[in-house]
């Protein structure tokens, strides 16, 4: 039980010094930039704006396996800081108005283009070079669904399981226990789905693998949300899945999928 109710009107003012855990202080309730900031540019036709969190290694995985296929020479990859409001610099604001990663500029069309939300980046460059997308009408319906499964299923893994599991200030057992359950439950639909399929698209691997894998895939290899006080997979039991383990391991050792999960971001 707790005495805390909420007032008539939230005032953030009011419960800003509240805010801990370890993104207590990144986030405000306005949009826009806070600060100037010149955002650097290489030569690349594609700029990246980003980290190394999952939904970052979404869109590292498909530049990098468009560069195996030579689809693309390279690209430009620079670190956003979340922690230090990188994200509400002026030139990111520009490309992302909601500021937060990643973010592409594509510098192979004059005036440049910019690109926000993963998934959209993922279906921007997916299109543009014919790449990763079914042919087959009903294949690529599939491929669309499950892209947008993973975008409209993964803030409850990420912000809200992974917040009050591994970063909130202090555990909450009702938070736990509510967004634990829907972990599990979506994890189960991959399951499901995974014991008929080789890749969430039949036997074809697709940019819906590349959205999905580094939330789920990386949760039921042990690499997501584990710490010295912490351990998801260990937490949600994830050795049942097998499916999805078994999916996930024939993704984690694609040469594409590697150099994603390590790429080195430069500094800006």
Known sequence: MTDYAPPAVWDFEAVKTKNGGKFGGTNRPTAGATHEQTLPTGDADYQLYSLNTPNGIKVNILLEELKNLDRIDGYDAYKIDIIKGDQFGSDFVKINPNSKIPALLDKSVSP???????GAILLYLANKYQAFLPSDAAKHAQMLSWLMWQMGSAPFV???????YAYAPEPMEYPINRYAMETKRQLDVLNNHLADNEFMVGDEYTIADMAIYPWYGRLCLGELYVGEHYDAA???AVEQYSHVIRWAKSLAVRNAVKAAQSLQLQAI
């Open 112 to 118: 440049a283009i910019p690109v926000f939300e993963s």
């Open 158 to 164: 990420g912000g809200g399981f992974g917040h009050f």
């Open 234 to 236: 260990r937490f949600l």
